[in-house]
């Protein structure tokens, strides 16, 4: 197979492949050989199929395969002479100027910018730390107390941490919405569903009461109708329940996989859980914080074009997709592609700063801790063992699990080497956003 590499720019490649048709020819006909030898077909005993019913059946997905080994076999040897370092896919096409008995493609292909010297040692990191306090238990199984909550109807005026069944409708100036009836819903009192001065009115009031109250809206408010106005709310409530939080007993803990229905065992589960959430979210600032550093640092390096552009596009599909996952439905052209560029630039940066220190320094990907992050991954669900069934089963799966821990790994060894200082905070503020 004959190759040639040429620049495009000064991160973007184009390589040449010419392979001899007779090459192609000869290891499809082997393997066409060995599938005749093999293949059952009905109406066919078998290794008597004749050759011509095994071209047809199995000629064109056999001659694909052949050639996409080769190209592959020539583009990853071409790679390692010209000691190239790939950043994203190449893009493989026919070339149309293939001479007599050979066949041509061409692949396009950017390449990992010059980094210089990565001097770790000059970098400022912050390393959080934090631990799960008792206070962080109870706070959990008050929220599970929560969730199994029931409300009972009461007849006194609403107050914080109440039910209400609303009927509201407003008025702007000579409009009214909705413009026949009203909306009802059901809302909890200090929940902050409601705008908070409509939610402010409706404490005090009794199943049947209601009241009008005067707000003027945000510019950005939810409902287009209402944003940047000034309205006459009315609330009418229809009914005011109380809640009713179950008692921690064995019954209780059971209903939460706990057979023995102990509550030391309990709190020993709440407790790995909330360590298992606080060790992704340490994970996820440390992440942050060796990813700003490195941004700063290398911020002047010229990045590839085209891999940029397709993280800006993949960040533009995320935003979409969970829009429609939160119940929107949004409109693609309404989110301004642009405003992922500088997003996907940092992304891009750190992705290949994190993979060309775990070159230089020939890190390599901890089997150990690939097996403990797939354990703590299947432990949140029901049946653990079938998930770490399907990671072993699903090369995927396995691929993005290997991916997550390596770069994990790599972050860790920055930080060490980096100027670092520990900052403790509480599990809360640990697991909440971070600024």
Same mark, same amino acid.
């Given at each position: 197979?004959?190759?040639?590499?040429?620049?495009?720019?000064?991160?973007?490649?184009?390589?040449?492949?010419?392979?001899?048709?007779?090459?192609?020819?000869?290891?499809?006909?082997?393997?066409?050989?060995?599938?005749?030898?093999?293949?059952?077909?009905?109406?066919?005993?078998?290794?008597?199929?004749?050759?011509?019913?095994?071209?047809?059946?199995?000629?064109?997905?056999?001659?694909?395969?052949?050639?996409?080994?080769?190209?592959?076999?020539?583009?990853?040897?071409?790679?390692?002479?010209?000691?190239?370092?790939?950043?994203?896919?190449?893009?493989?096409?026919?070339?149309?100027?293939?001479?007599?008995?050979?066949?041509?493609?061409?692949?396009?292909?950017?390449?990992?910018?010059?980094?210089?010297?990565?001097?770790?040692?000059?970098?400022?990191?912050?390393?959080?730390?934090?631990?799960?306090?008792?206070?962080?238990?109870?706070?959990?199984?008050?929220?599970?107390?929560?969730?199994?909550?029931?409300?009972?109807?009461?007849?006194?005026?609403?107050?914080?941490?109440?039910?209400?069944?609303?009927?509201?409708?407003?008025?702007?100036?000579?409009?009214?919405?909705?413009?026949?009836?009203?909306?009802?819903?059901?809302?909890?009192?200090?929940?902050?569903?409601?705008?908070?001065?409509?939610?402010?009115? *409706? @404490? $005090? #009031?009794?199943? /049947? +009461?209601?009241?009008?109250?005067?707000?003027?809206?945000? !510019?950005?408010? =939810? &409902?287009?109708?209402?944003?940047?106005?000034?309205?006459?709310?009315?609330?009418?409530?229809?009914?005011?329940?109380?809640?009713?939080?179950?008692?921690?007993?064995?019954?209780?803990?059971?209903?939460?996989?706990?057979?023995?229905?102990?509550?030391?065992?309990?709190?020993?589960?709440?407790?790995?859980?909330?360590?298992?959430?606080?060790?992704?979210?340490?994970?996820?600032?440390?992440?942050?914080?060796?990813?700003?550093?490195?941004?700063?640092?290398?911020?002047?390096?010229?990045?590839?074009?085209?891999?940029?552009?397709?993280?800006?596009?993949?960040?533009?599909?995320?935003?979409?997709?969970?829009?429609?996952?939160?119940?929107?439905?949004?409109?693609?052209?309404?989110?301004?592609?642009?405003?992922?560029?500088?997003?996907?630039?940092?992304?891009? *940066? @750190? $992705? #290949?700063?994190? /993979? +060309?220190?775990?070159?230089?320094?020939?890190?390599?990907? !901890?089997?150990? =801790? &690939?097996?403990?992050?797939?354990?703590?991954?299947?432990?949140?669900?029901?049946?653990?063992?079938?998930?770490?069934?399907?990671?072993?089963?699903?090369?995927?799966?396995?691929?993005?699990?290997?991916?997550?821990?390596?770069?994990?790994?790599?972050?860790?060894?920055?930080?060490?080497?980096?100027?670092?200082?520990?900052?403790?905070?509480?599990?809360?503020?640990?697991?909440?956003?971070?600024?």
């Amino acid at each position: 197979m004959q190759v040639s590499v040429e620049s495009l720019g000064s991160l973007e490649r184009k390589m040449t492949f010419r392979v001899p048709s007779e090459r192609l020819e000869t290891q499809v006909g082997g393997r066409l050989r060995e599938i005749a030898r093999t293949t059952r077909l009905k109406g066919f005993r078998p290794g008597k199929v004749p050759a011509k019913v095994v071209e047809q059946r199995f000629g064109e997905q056999v001659r694909a395969e052949v050639l996409d080994g080769l190209l592959r076999e020539g583009f990853d040897q071409a790679i390692r002479e010209n000691a190239l370092r790939l950043a994203g896919a190449p893009q493989i096409t026919p070339d149309g100027e293939a001479g007599e008995g050979e066949l041509a493609f061409t692949a396009t292909f950017e390449v990992v910018p010059d980094f210089g010297d990565i001097e770790l040692e000059k970098l400022e990191v912050v390393r959080h730390t934090a631990e799960v306090a008792e206070d962080d238990i109870d706070r959990m199984i008050e929220n599970l107390r929560l969730q199994r909550r029931s409300w009972s109807a009461v007849t006194r005026g609403a107050q914080k941490g109440d039910a209400v069944d609303v009927e509201t409708w407003s008025q702007i100036g000579d409009d009214r919405l909705p413009p026949e009836g009203a909306e009802r819903g059901v809302t909890v009192l200090g929940s902050g569903a409601m705008y908070p001065e409509i939610e402010d009115a *409706l @404490v $005090g #009031l009794a199943k /049947g +009461e209601e009241k009008t109250v005067e707000v003027t809206f945000p !510019d950005d408010w =939810r &409902v287009p109708q209402l944003a940047g106005k000034q309205a006459s709310v009315h609330v009418k409530v229809e009914q005011v329940s109380e809640q009713q939080l179950p008692e921690v007993d064995g019954a209780f803990i059971r209903s939460f996989g706990v057979k023995s229905g102990e509550m030391a065992q309990f709190r020993a589960e709440i407790r790995s859980n909330l360590e298992r959430e606080l060790k992704g979210a340490l994970m996820n600032r440390l992440r942050r914080e060796v990813g700003e550093q490195l941004v700063a640092a290398f911020a002047h390096v010229e990045l590839p074009p085209k891999l940029v552009e397709a993280e800006a596009k993949s960040l533009l599909r995320q935003t979409v997709e969970q829009a429609r996952r939160n119940g929107q439905n949004p409109n693609v052209a309404e989110y301004a592609h642009a405003g992922f560029v500088e997003p996907a630039r940092k992304r891009v *940066l @750190v $992705g #290949l700063l994190v /993979g +060309e220190v775990a070159r230089r320094h020939d890190l390599k990907l !901890d089997p150990k =801790r &690939v097996n403990e992050t797939m354990r703590l991954i299947a432990s949140t669900y029901e049946e653990p063992q079938q998930v770490i069934e399907m990671y072993r089963n699903d090369p995927q799966l396995m691929s993005g699990l290997q991916n997550r821990v390596m770069e994990e790994q790599v972050i860790d060894w920055i930080a060490e080497r980096a100027q670092h200082t520990e900052q403790a905070l509480s599990f809360q503020d640990a697991i909440g956003p971070q600024g």
